[in-house]
């Protein structure tokens, strides 16, 4: 079999209303604010407190862990800082370097993030396309947010669709349901879609062959032990369907008595 080959970058823009300086500063300073905590969200989901850029040539793109005390992930180290013009970075978890532009437009800013891979580069995660469209919702309700990041409950539904895009946008336009995200426009086929009532997540996820309709509901569940819990399902007679495993979450996957199934992840410190 003939594997693909890597593509070598991948570019995302979007304008806000304000000026590029501001633009800057915000960007960098509240990314902690705007960066949306989704359970796939992070590289550790299950320990981070906090997304963070040190400021100036030498800084640091960091996930700040709650345990150990003062332990983090360094995601890139800053290469060029101009404010309210660029800054770039050099990514310590891949093969990529990002330049972040900020170019005046009428009536504000547009921000341009492109990753590129390094000559002889192997392992690209192009994340940025898939995160820079958080940030003009922030900025657009900055102003009457509480500065404090949005944390999901520990309650959520999974809801498993044919067509989960074309079901994200009828609940949309149909029950009013939104997103912290964002809604899949038509020809838009995300992997992950997750819809928000308050602070409570629906996640629509494509329904596969040996799923039938009376079975497309689960239920998911944030716990403070992982491990406690799983060994206290294990032992009082669950029936396992996979242990734990991680994807930028911890989690396992269970069924109740009568079949029903659950999905039981880590919560974050704080969640």
Sequence with gaps: MTQEPLPRSATASVEVDVDPATAFRIFTEEIDLWWVRGP???WDSA??????IEPGVGGRYLEVYATPPGDALERGRITVWEPGAVFAYRSSVDDTETRITFDPVDGGTRVTVVESLVEGGTKAVYAWPNVLHWFPAWVSRRDSAPRTPRELDRLAIALHYGDPAAAAR????????DSWDKIPAEGQNPSWIELHVGSAAILLFKR???????LDHETWVYVDDLDAHFARS???GAKILSEIHQHGYRRYEAEDHEGHRWVFAQ???GQ
């Design 267 to 269: 919560a974050r410190p």
């Design 208 to 214: 596969t062959e040996n799923r039938s309709v009376g």
């Design 47 to 52: 320990r981070v407190v906090e997304v963070r």
């Design 40 to 42: 796939i969200n992070f």
């Design 170 to 177: 009828w609940l949309h336009t149909v029950f009013g349901l």
């Design 234 to 236: 294990t032992s009082s």
